[in-house]
């Protein structure tokens, strides 16, 4: 079967790590894959050569199937489950879109873009590496930044308070739409729809 493209959400195994801000990628595929057994299909495929939890999942937004991932190899090297996966698959680079906690944008807010840095970012980094490219996808889904600095270990592999985890469940359908804004009409499309998307007051 061939896939129109891949969706990896990262974040971190094991119920230490549910619903931290480093989660927000993990977060974002099962949005996903929770719209497509309402709306469309979702079948889980075996993951286990590519160390990810993994899916198929089609809907009209789509275009067609595509492949959603969970790396289970730890964040910092979550490139040695993404390289792979698409490898084996046939996909370029060009065909991942990566869903990460971004510490830059505040919380709850969203950006979309293709390259670019890793700042800091070692899930990135990894698949930056691995690939031998920084030319993907990434949808960026903001979880702000410690009020004090060198806490961020800490904050990112802490739960939200309230308002902002509600701020960041409120941005998961957002993101699903900014997803299906790239897949129908490309990355200016999706990129617009994202700052827009993220816009709601604090």
């Not at 974040?11 to 989660?23: S, V």
């Not at 309230?162 to 993101?175: D, E, G, V």
């Amino acid at each position: 079967m061939s896939y129109e493209g891949l969706l990896a959400g990262l974040g971190n195994p094991g119920p230490r790590y549910a619903a931290t801000r480093h989660n927000f990628g993990f977060a974002l595929a099962d949005a996903l894959l929770d719209k497509a057994r309402r709306d469309g299909q979702a079948e889980a495929l075996n993951g286990g050569k590519f160390s990810c939890e993994l899916w198929r999942a089609r809907l009209p937004e789509l275009g067609g199937w595509w492949l959603v991932a969970k790396p289970q190899t730890f964040m910092n090297l979550s490139g040695q489950s993404v390289q792979p996966l698409l490898a084996w698959h046939r996909l370029p680079p060009e065909r991942l879109v990566v869903a990460h906690d971004e510490l830059d944008i505040p919380a709850g807010q969203l950006r979309f873009k293709r390259g670019g840095g890793n700042a800091g970012h070692n899930g990135l980094k990894s698949i930056t590496e691995q690939l031998g490219t920084p030319d993907f996808y990434r949808l960026r889904l903001g979880i702000g930044r410690p009020p004090h600095q060198g806490e961020v270990t800490n904050w990112v592999l802490g739960r939200p308070e309230a308002a902002a985890a509600a701020r960041m469940a409120a941005a998961l359908p957002l993101a699903l739409e900014v997803l299906f804004a790239f897949a129908g009409k490309g990355l200016e499309a999706a990129t617009s729809l994202a700052r827009q998307a993220g816009t709601a007051p604090e």
